[in-house]
C-alpha cells in the first residue's frame, strides 16, 4: 500500500457531521472554483479568543461574501477539539460562523480527514466540469493533544495536498503552534506566527481574506492560485 492509499484508508472517529454538507456540485455555476477550507483550534486553551473569533469569521464571511471573487468562492469550517466539527463547502453567504472552544487539540486527526473531503470534493467537481482549486488553513494555539494519530501521519497529508498543488498555511499563535506547523511540514513561507491576543487575531484573519481572494483571483486569470510565492504576500 502506497503513501495515498494508506491516508485514503484512514478512518478518523468522534466526528460531528452536522454541518459536512457539500453544495451540489450540479448548483456551483461557475467553471473555476477556489476552495478555502479553515481548520481552527476549538480545544481548552482557545476559550477566551471565542467572542473575538466569532466576529473575525463573521468579518471574513463579509469580506468574501462582498468581493467580486464571491461566485468563484466556496468556503468551509472544521472546528478541532475532542469532537472534530466537520463542515462542508459551501457558498461564502452560507458560511456557518459559530465559534466555540473546549476540549482536547485533535490537530492530526482534522488534518487526516480534511484531506480526504477535500480531495473528494474536488474529484467530483472535476468530473462535472467545473476546475478547482484550493486553499488548507490551520489556526492554532498549541500542540496536539488527542488525536488517534501521529505527526508523521499528518505530515504526510500535507504533504499530499502540497504535491497536488494545494496551498497549506498555518496561522501560529505562538512558538509552540510554530513549531508544531514546521513538524508538520508547512512551507515556512506560509506559516504566519502571531502573539496571542485579540487584535492580532483580527489582523491576521483580514489578511486570510485578503490572501484567499488573492488567490481565486489568480486561479480565474490562469495565473495559478496555488504557488510557492507565500500565502500571505498580498
Known sequence: MNKEEYLN?????????????????????????????????????????????RECLDHYKEAISNSKQADEMMVSKTVFESTIETGGYVAPDDFNTDYSAGGYTRLYDAIIDRRQRMLDYIEQLKNNGTNARACFIILSDGKDYGSQYRASDACQAIQDLISKEITVAFIAFGQDAFGVADSIGVKKNNVKEVSNDESELRRVIDLVSKSAISASKKASSGAGGNDDGGFFDV
Open 9 to 53: 484508508n484512514i478512518v478518523v472517529d468522534g466526528l460531528d457531521e452536522t454541518y459536512a454538507t457539500n453544495m451540489d456540485v450540479d448548483d456551483v455555476v461557475s467553471p473555476s472554483v477556489m476552495l478555502v477550507d479553515f481548520l481552527i483550534d476549538g480545544s481548552g486553551s482557545m476559550t477566551q479568543y471565542e467572542r473575538a473569533m
